[in-house]
């Protein structure tokens, strides 16, 4: 299931469109690379196998097929081809570290041999991804302020917030997959570190998008549907928060791994509903 939407304002420019669909896509890329990675773990644990490969398949292909549209433009998703020299030059970077991973993905999904090392492998380059997104992201961004000005810019930080907290989250259901599929917090201490690292950040920045803005450096949302919107999200952190604290605790089974996979989905489509509404405006 792909949870990409978008939706355009009649009176919105298309230009203004273009800059914040691309933030969109920017963001939701990164969860993408994260969710590939988990799916992939998920069926290397033999959980749901036959679902999470499917998953995985689907996810490859919308990776793949967004980020040509990026490049290249796609009319029937509103995005006009890739113009500036700098942001070619990020994007292509992108798809290099993307085209070698895809291989990778493809070799697995075909049946070849695929380590528990392969899989950690794997999710070092959607580390990489992420990274390079970041980079695409914030050039974005800095095109809004010309495009748009200030207001612009606004909606672009606030769709940017949302992208960061479905990434962290997929990110965040990666590294649990991977902890217990290697045998605990004590023999996948990497991932374990970068799990406790990305669970505090994720919990702050949900309280700030619900309570207080002004705490994590974001205005207050314009409207009242999206603060409800951010409101859902800290409630649905609330009820998953505990099997996270599970896997740091290293009690985490499966049964709680699968429910922390669809707790993230709903999750992501929360983020994906509220990026809806900033687009509207």
């Avoid at 990409?4 to 690379?33: D, K």
């Avoid at 040509?68 to 998703?77: F, K, L, V």
């Avoid at 952190?237 to 707790?263: C, Q, R, Y």
Wanted: contains cysteine; aromatic residues 8%.
């Amino acid at each position: 299931m792909t949870f990409w939407l978008c939706i355009f304002a009649p009176s919105t420019t298309y230009a203004e469109v273009s800059v914040s669909t691309r933030i969109e896509l920017a963001g939701y890329q990164t969860a993408l690379a994260h969710r590939l990675v988990r799916a992939l773990c998920y069926a290397q644990a033999d959980i749901h196998r036959d679902e999470n490969l499917q998953l995985a398949v689907e996810t490859r292909d919308e990776i793949s097929t967004l980020l040509d549209a990026m490049i290249e433009g796609n009319e029937a998703r509103g995005i006009a081809a890739e113009t500036d020299s700098t942001t070619q030059t990020l994007l292509s970077s992108t798809q290099k570290i993307w085209t070698p991973t895809k291989k990778k993905v493809d070799a697995y999904l075909s049946g070849e041999p695929f380590t528990d090392k392969n899989l950690t492998k794997l999710s070092f380059k959607a580390d990489s991804l992420q990274k390079s997104w970041a980079s695409l992201i914030s050039r974005y961004e800095l095109k809004s302020t010309v495009v748009g000005g200030a207001h612009n810019l606004g909606v672009a930080r606030h769709i940017a917030a949302a992208n960061r907290q479905s990434s962290l989250i997929e990110q965040a259901g990666k590294l649990s997959c991977l902890v217990w599929l290697n045998g605990g917090p004590d023999k996948a201490k990497y991932q374990f570190d970068q799990l406790s690292q990305i669970l505090p950040t994720f919990h702050l920045n949900t309280f700030g998008l619900a309570f207080s803005h002004t705490a994590i450096g974001l205005p207050p949302p314009p409207t009242f549907d999206i603060q409800t919107r951010n409101f859902e999200s800290w409630l649905e952190w609330v009820s998953l928060s505990g099997m996270f604290d599970a896997t740091l605790d290293g009690k985490v089974s499966p049964d709680e791994l699968i429910a922390m996979a669809h707790g993230i989905n709903m999750l992501t489509l929360t983020f994906t509903e509220t990026m809806k509404l900033y687009l509207q405006l």
